[in-house]
């Protein structure tokens, strides 16, 4: 059974990704006519959509917390922990954005080309002085309407720590007096049975484990089960001209992103130092 749902799934997956790469670009270029502002949002509008059809087919079902705390008019950062990627699918169709993706998703067979029509921003985390660049990119899109997710971690983890939180992509929505969004999500359920340390890893990727496989193991899930936790939009007001101010700021971030993953997440064990 678990083979056959694997075939299913991952042939829908192949051929709705080909259908993106194919009629995203045509559909972005009509829209173009109308402005290339308007194009953006048509594609970013897509998340939403996308969102909804893959957590659809892979059985995620979603309990929401704090849903009011969701900003109705669009244009902010949003910003949780990070453990994988079934958290990146349930966020989408709760709150539509556009991900910070690091530069290797681009090589990624056919996810990558995915990615690259979908718009995503991508940072190369191996080369430094570019983060002026990658914040000029988040700020156009923020002023654009278009909501922006990353994870301040930087890379996943096992669900049981909280990473210390990057700071340069705060500074575009400092500058622009946009909303942060933070959220935490955890794992409830997986095929029925409560995540334990046992089957944390069949939707947890971290720790240099191969995309592929992980992947083909969370395709033959039966059905999986989470909690986004929404806290309360903050609009940033730092100094982000010097590294103290930053800092200050994500710490801070940091502290609300565990405040609503302690009550959600019975094995966190307190924040990497």
Do not use: C
Not at 153 to 168: A, H, V, Y
Not at 239 to 265: K, Q
């Amino acid at each position: 059974m678990k083979q056959w749902r694997l075939v299913y799934k991952l042939g829908i997956t192949a051929v709705a990704s080909l259908l993106i790469i194919l009629a995203v670009p045509l559909m972005k270029g009509f829209v173009r006519l109308f402005g290339s502002a308007a194009a953006h949002r048509f594609v970013f509008r897509l998340h939403g959509l996308v969102g909804w059809v893959l957590s659809t087919l892979y059985g995620i079902r979603i309990r929401v917390m704090g849903a009011e705390n969701i900003p109705r008019k669009n244009g902010f950062i949003v910003i949780g922990n990070h453990v994988g990627y079934a958290e990146l699918i349930a966020m989408l169709k709760i709150v539509p954005a556009v991900f910070v993706a690091k530069e290797e998703v681009k090589k990624w067979p056919l996810l990558g080309w995915v990615f690259r029509v979908g718009g995503e921003v991508f940072v190369d985390r191996e080369s430094g002085g570019r983060s002026e660049e990658y914040a000029a990119t988040v700020e156009e899109s923020l002023l654009q309407g278009v909501n922006i997710f990353f994870a301040p971690e930087g890379t996943t983890s096992n669900g049981t720590i909280l990473r210390r939180f990057k700071s340069p992509l705060f500074v575009p929505a400092n500058r622009l007096k946009k909303a942060v969004l933070p959220f935490a999500y955890n794992v409830q359920r997986i095929n029925g049975q409560p995540l334990s340390p046992e089957n944390r890893d069949l939707l947890f990727w971290h720790s240099n484990m191969p995309f592929g496989p992980h992947f083909m193991e969370f395709l033959k899930l039966r059905s999986i089960e989470v909690v986004l936790n929404f806290g309360a939009p903050v609009i940033p007001d730092f100094d982000d001209s010097t590294l103290e101010g930053r800092r200050v700021f994500s710490a801070e971030m940091r502290a609300r992103v565990e405040e609503l993953y302690r009550p959600i997440n019975a094995f966190y064990s307190g924040r990497e130092e």
